[in-house]
């Protein structure tokens, strides 16, 4: 028994020593790229199990890479899509709103003869407002703080105030439309009726909503609907759009009070410290 024990442990110590030299020898192999023609059975099939293993471990690797560039590509993109659309907002959204800085600058512009003015045209100060009828801000501004500006200083021959058009036409898809539909009424005297039901109902400016106000207002719907179809006010809109852009104005509302900017639909007390400061 004794001795069968110790044959055992004899066998058991020349399989390890097997084992520790096949590896030897599969090591070498590899290293050495050497013909596997010599190897044992027993050795190619090792070798054929190392190989396997180091193909999976490669392949898994691989993987391991691939799935942490993808992640980095679209955590990237993601970021880069947020950033855009961010920016885009706030520049082009109109999200000019209330701000700690609203008056930044000083600006010139030219005053055409047949602008959209209300108020005395020799008034001391002219504010020229670049709006859109689909803006949310504008309306804003046409509810809130015009009527303020208007009681104390259009009506008192302080104040000229001038519309120019400045249709964000990228996020307000019928802000063109409304812009041209504003420009025929104002071919028949009837701009700042057609702009306050404009307002009042934006942004419902589908084609019969717009004959719709315009026959509240009391135009020729059939010249109306002829200068609508004809489009012959884009260009006015268009030298709008260039001139605000020269004058510094990037959303809407914008403002220049006797040369000086304002961004975004402000409360009336900013533009009372600045009106009045020109007194």
């Known amino acids: 028994m004794e001795e069968h024990r110790e044959d055992q442990h004899k066998e058991e110590e020349n399989n390890n020593e097997e084992k520790v030299n096949v590896d ?52 990237a993109i993601s970021i880069i899509i947020v950033v855009v659309v961010v920016f885009g907002y706030r520049s082009f959204s109109g999200g000019s709103d209330s701000g700690s800085n609203p008056i930044t600058g000083s600006t010139t512009l030219d005053i055409e003869v047949n602008e959209k ?51 964000l036409r990228n996020i307000h898809f019928s802000a063109q439309t409304a812009a041209e539909a504003a ?22 400016f589908r084609e019969n909503n717009l004959i719709d106000y315009a026959t ?20 006015v809109i268009e030298k709008d759009l260039r001139d605000g852009s020269a004058a510094g104005i990037r959303g ?4 220049i009070v006797n040369g000086q900017l304002i961004s975004g639909a402000q409360p009336f007390s900013v533009f009372q410290q600045l009106i009045d400061s020109n007194f």
């Open 117 to 167: 003015v209300k108020g005395d045209p020799n008034a001391p100060v002219t504010i020229v407002e670049y709006s859109d009828f689909e803006c949310p801000f504008c309306g804003r501004f046409v509810q809130q703080t015009f009527p303020s500006i208007e009681q104390q200083y259009i009506s008192t021959g302080k104040v000229k105030f001038i519309y120019k058009h400045f249709p």
């Open 216 to 235: 509240q207002v009391g135009l020729n719907i059939d010249q109306f609907q002829e200068c609508l179809k004809s489009g012959k006010y884009k260009g």
């Open 252 to 255: 809407t509302p914008g403002f």
């Open 24 to 75: 030897d020898i599969l090591s070498e192999h590899i290293q050495n790229n050497q013909d596997n023609s010599n190897l044992s059975k027993h050795e190619r099939k090792l070798l054929k199990r190392h190989n396997k293993e180091e193909e999976r471990q490669k392949i898994e690797s691989q993987n391991k890479q691939d799935r942490k560039s993808n992640l980095l590509k679209y955590s």
């Open 183 to 204: 420009e025929c009424a104002n071919e028949q005297e009837k701009f700042w009726e057609y702009h306050d039901l404009l307002f009042q109902n934006s942004p419902r």
